[in-house]
């Protein structure tokens, strides 16, 4: 494969920016190789500047639950672009898509429209911590909620109780203020909160987890948090950010029967532009400025063309007749395959999946929290991803981020991955013996 132009452009990219890049991962640190610079991207392909073309299991790291370049969505944002594309005030369009969310997701009752999942994330936990009258919060190892200051937090050492940064930059202040459990493990949450329940304002959760390889809840472990939070008057808030539309139309809450107290939303929800939102219930929502006191605002938040490109989505969504269930199938499908060819090559490697999600692990173990996923074999993943993208398959470049399906992705995408699949499981194989 040539990645020429692609090369040339990475270098000419690193004087301006760090990395060359605007988000770390896409720099491919993790797999020693140069990123392809993206032309165009169309269905279920992603063109690079180089002219190689591959079948996109990234979609944007989850937003094109549709494929790229949606029709119905190009040509409402054709439209809007024409009236402007911005106006800091309101308009209709953002009452619309509330509507959609809230008619998706039940628990929203009153929301409010961001930019980022980072900033629905950070806003959910001043609200929760303005509501009630609490500093502390907990979150899990291996959940990535965004890098707002508290959330860039890992377990401290000795007893668990304070958080350290995981990034120069954040204060060891802030960090006090986030206790970091392991997932998947109700005990540790049950001891902090027989500990210190009364000062913690929220549990922040990924109820399926997306940012450590995909990585499902145990059985217990959501209905035990909203059955604790409950107990001890702290709020429980999904951070549905990727998981919202893909394990279920209405995310997990609706696959597991949860009624969340906030609930953020991301990706999906902007059809490709910046949006989220973050919302819940209206007596928790009704503190936020300027109904109440906790101060949120946003130059660009509800801005016109995302809210376009967020309605069309969501129509599609919900007007489509089984929607998630035809994705979900077809995931299961290349999942299957691709565990069937682990089987006959003897690659030892967890397959997981959760409605059009889905993710691999090298590894002869289950992997339920971030210290298994981090246990995976690395070495072995990073030849799988090359092995792919040379053969025209775009996956994520590390282990520890999610694949997705999209709508567009047909029978012959998941044909030509599997027929890469062999090819790679089998080079791995026999660098194995
Ligand atoms: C992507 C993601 C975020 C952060 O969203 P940004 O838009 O990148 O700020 C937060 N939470 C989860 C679960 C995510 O997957």
């Known amino acids: 494969m040539n990645l020429?132009?692609?090369?040339?452009?990475?270098?000419?990219?690193?004087?301006?920016?760090?990395?060359?890049?605007?988000?770390?991962v896409r720099s491919y640190l993790s797999v020693d190789c140069n990123p392809p610079f993206i032309a165009r991207a169309q269905g279920s392909k992603i063109f690079d500047i180089d002219g190689n073309i591959y079948v996109d299991y990234v979609g944007s790291w989850g937003p094109m639950i549709l494929g790229h370049a949606n029709p119905k969505v190009v040509d409402a944002l054709k439209k809007s672009v024409e009236?402007?594309?911005?106006?800091?005030?309101?308009?209709?369009?953002?009452?619309?898509?509330?509507?959609?969310?809230?008619?998706?997701?039940?628990?929203?009752?009153?929301?409010?429209?961001?930019?980022?999942?980072?900033?629905?994330?950070?806003?959910?936990?001043?609200?929760?911590?303005?509501?009630?009258?609490?500093?502390?919060?907990?979150?899990?190892?291996?959940?990535?909620?965004?890098?707002?200051?508290?959330?860039?937090?890992?377990?401290?050492?000795?007893?668990?109780?304070?958080?350290?940064?995981?990034?120069?930059?954040?204060?060891?202040?802030?960090?006090?203020?986030?206790?970091?459990?392991?997932?998947?493990?109700?005990?540790?949450?049950?001891?902090?909160?027989?500990e210190c329940g009364e000062k913690i304002a929220a549990v922040i959760v990924e109820p399926v987890a997306g940012n450590m390889g995909l990585v499902l809840p145990k059985e217990n472990f959501l209905p035990k948090l909203r059955e604790v939070t409950q107990k001890f008057g702290a709020l429980l808030i999904f951070d549905e950010v990727m998981c919202g539309f893909r394990v279920a139309l209405g995310g997990a809450q609706e696959k597991y029967k949860i009624t969340p107290d906030l609930t953020c939303l991301g990706k999906i929800i902007g059809g490709g532009l910046p949006c989220a939102a973050y919302g819940g219930r209206e007596d928790i929502m009704r503190n936020v400025s300027p109904d109440g006191k906790v101060y949120q605002a946003g130059t660009l938040s509800g801005n016109p063309l995302a809210m376009t490109a967020g309605i069309e989505t969501?129509?599609?969504?919900?007007?489509?007749?089984?929607?998630?269930?035809?994705?979900?199938?077809?995931?299961?499908?290349?999942?299957?395959?691709?565990?069937?060819?682990?089987?006959?090559?003897?690659?030892?490697?967890?397959?997981?999946?959760?409605?059009?999600?889905?993710?691999?692990?090298?590894?002869?173990n289950d992997v339920t929290n971030y210290e298994e996923s981090a246990a995976a074999n690395q070495n072995i993943f990073k030849k799988w991803f090359i092995e792919m993208l040379e053969q025209g398959i775009y996956l994520a470049p590390s282990q520890f981020e999610t694949l997705f399906m999209s709508a567009a992705h047909n029978e012959e995408d998941i044909q030509k991955t599997l027929a890469a699949a062999e090819v790679a499981f089998k080079k791995i194989s026999s660098e194995l013996e």
Do not use: W
């Open 83 to 194: 009236r402007g594309t911005s106006y800091g005030a309101p308009t209709e369009l953002e009452t619309q898509l509330a509507e959609l969310v809230q008619k998706i997701f039940p628990s929203m009752k009153v929301l409010r429209m961001v930019n980022s999942g980072t900033e629905a994330t950070m806003s959910a936990l001043r609200l929760a911590r303005g509501f009630t009258g609490r500093d502390k919060i907990v979150k899990f190892v291996g959940c990535y909620h965004g890098h707002s200051d508290g959330l860039l937090v890992n377990a401290g050492s000795g007893a668990a109780t304070f958080g350290e940064p995981s990034s120069p930059g954040v204060t060891r202040g802030t960090a006090q203020d986030t206790i970091a459990l392991p997932y998947n493990d109700i005990d540790a949450v049950e001891k902090i909160f027989e």
């Open 314 to 364: 969501l129509k599609i969504l919900i007007d489509t007749p089984n929607f998630t269930e035809n994705i979900t199938k077809k995931t299961s499908a290349l999942v299957d395959g691709l565990k069937l060819v682990a089987k006959k090559f003897s690659v030892s490697a967890q397959i997981h999946q959760a409605g059009s999600m889905f993710g691999i692990f090298f590894s002869a």
């Open 4 to 24: 020429k132009k692609s090369a040339a452009a990475f270098d000419r990219a690193k004087n301006f920016m760090p990395g060359g890049v605007n988000s770390p």
